[in-house]
């Protein structure tokens, strides 16, 4: 039998309350790319750290051509050429995209000065390679998740790794930058490069992969060449079966009940005159590219962002009224895109995370105390509802897997109940089951008459859940559709059609 290049022999990690590997082995090959897939908090993301030299196993070896290695320190993992792309960034938002290639190994001419024009050079270089537009002195702070993604993974391609780790590297790529990364992979491989791909979309597996090993709750429960392991065995294997909800055509239509008047909503350079009304109920998908300034226009309505005007009126009693900035906060909850810069509070518990929101409703009569046994109620209520990961409320966040942090977020804004909610890419990081429930659960509540803006690159996801479609395209509305609207047309508008499309003639 061929020696594999790469093998995580019985790999042991117990965390307080979970074991979150058991007798893990783990082979990769030269010239190949494989897939580690599992639900959230299967154990994917310590398998890889433990690779990475991040955490440390309580058992297991770690061997290179059939030698055993040590790898204590991420320096460790770097030296011997391993490359990780995690799967929550790192970047340091005031430096540029080149500092932050360069930070752990900065190119020195004479021994004693960094080279900046090498690190220009190279820099550059590797941004063509993925393909991407932005200039290595760009600050990150500037740009977008996308870029910000991309940078991760040029960051990797420096140097001289031999294996690469993606941890959900496509979950904010546009659908170009995605190709780029497929196209950067296969040459890797091409290269004899082995590449370990995390990944919820199983599509990419096909794609890219030519083995998986599908990870359970620590255990390895299966794997194989991606022709012995059909889709729907993968699905099997890692959650179990999942009910998908099929919303049909059931749609909201009626203009009868707005809720929010947005108008004039400008932000200088990001995005002009942006107008729109939601409905009482209305599931409102606003679609577009990455940077087309959907996003944007949402942080500027609950006002995360500044703007430089807008008018916004919100229904009381049944009736638009001007809107203040107490009434946005009481009424508009925002499930954010990036959940550990503004999302989460990642030192503090699980339970304080989800009652963020909800502390005017958790607060006794007449005293400033939160209504203890009230919040552990409620928390215990949502993380059931939600089926989030936790060995018990008081663990800290950070420690939490990817997609059980995302519950988290979901949680709190679910526990306010607000008659407004934006969700910006609620599912992202979501495995297929969560995303099923979250998508059961947006009908849901839409259905009791929550109005929701759902912001989500996923056209599967938009198609089967809302019931109109904003798009946007360089800081502009260019179309208002109804539900029926077919995907090739939505996907063309927000690539690039200019002409303004009214609703009614979407023919
Ligand atoms: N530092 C830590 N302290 C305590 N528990 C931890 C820590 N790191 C991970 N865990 C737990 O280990 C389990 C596995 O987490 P891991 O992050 O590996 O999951 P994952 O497969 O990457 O999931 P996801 O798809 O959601 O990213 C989870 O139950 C998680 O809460
Ligand atoms: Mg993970």
Not at 78 to 100: K, R, Y
Request: overall charge negative; hydrophobic content about 40%.
């Amino acid at each position: 039998m061929r020696v594999p290049f790469l093998r995580m022999k019985e790999i042991g990690k117990r965390f307080p309350g979970v074991q979150a590997l058991q007798d893990v082995t783990f082979d990769a090959f030269q010239g190949e790319a494989i897939a580690l897939l599992g639900a959230n908090g299967a154990g994917k993301s310590t398998l890889m750290n433990v690779l990475g030299g991040i955490i440390s196993p309580d058992e297991g070896v770690i061997q290179i051509n059939g030698k055993t290695i040590n790898i204590k320190t991420p320096k460790d993992a770097s030296e011997i050429g391993i490359a990780f792309v995690h799967q929550e960034m790192a970047l340091l938002p005031t430096m540029t995209v080149m500092d932050n290639m360069f930070i752990s190994d900065y190119p020195v001419s004479m021994k004693i000065k960094i080279n900046r024009a090498i690190m220009r050079k190279q820099c550059s270089e590797v941004l063509d390679l993925l393909g991407c537009r932005i200039s290595p002195e760009n600050y990150i702070r500037d740009l977008g998740t996308g870029d910000r993604q991309m940078v991760e993974i040029g960051r990797a391609l420096l140097g001289q790794n031999k294996i690469f780790i993606f941890d959900e590297p496509t979950s904010s790529l546009s659908k170009r930058e995605k190709l780029n990364l497929v196209r950067v992979i296969q040459k890797l491989k091409d290269e004899g490069m082995t590449v370990i791909y995390i990944t919820h979309f199983l599509n990419e597996v096909y794609e890219i992969c030519e083995r998986v090993s599908v990870l359970r709750s620590g255990q390895v429960v299966g794997g194989g060449t991606i022709e012995e392991v059909q889709m729907i065995n993968l699905v099997r294997l890692m959650v179990g079966e999942v009910k998908i909800e099929d919303r049909g055509t059931e749609r909201i239509t009626s203009v009868d009940n707005p809720i929010m008047e947005v108008s004039s909503l400008t932000r200088k350079g990001v995005y002009k005159d942006i107008n729109f009304t939601l409905h009482k109920g209305e599931i409102l998908g606003f679609w577009g590219l990455l940077g087309s300034g959907r996003t944007e226009v949402a942080r500027g309505v609950v006002g995360l962002d500044p703007v430089d005007s807008v008018k916004m009126k919100i229904s009381k009693n049944g009736e638009l009224q001007p809107a203040t900035p107490d009434t946005v906060r009481r009424q508009i909850g925002m499930v954010t895109e990036e959940r550990r810069v503004d999302g989460l509070f990642l030192p503090m518990s699980v339970k304080r995370n989800m009652s963020m929101a909800n502390l005017n409703n958790l607060i006794k009569k007449n005293s400033s105390v939160i209504d203890k046994s009230k919040e552990n109620l409620l928390c215990d209520e949502f993380v059931d509802r939600l089926n989030i990961q936790i060995s018990d409320k008081e663990q800290i966040v950070e420690t939490l897997s990817g997609g059980n942090q995302q519950k988290v977020i979901l949680g709190r804004w679910l526990e306010v109940n607000p008659s407004i909610l934006i969700m910006d890419e609620p599912t992202r990081g979501l495995d297929v089951s969560a995303k099923a429930e979250i998508a059961r659960i947006i009908v849901r509540i839409a259905k009791e008459g929550t109005s929701i803006i759902l912001i989500s690159s996923e056209i599967d996801e938009m198609m089967s859940l809302c019931d109109r479609f904003l798009v946007f395209n360089k800081g502009k509305i260019i179309a208002d559709l109804a539900y029926g609207v077919s995907e090739d047309k939505l996907v063309g508008l927000a690539a690039g059609a200019d002409e303004v499309i009214q609703e009614g003639d979407n023919e």
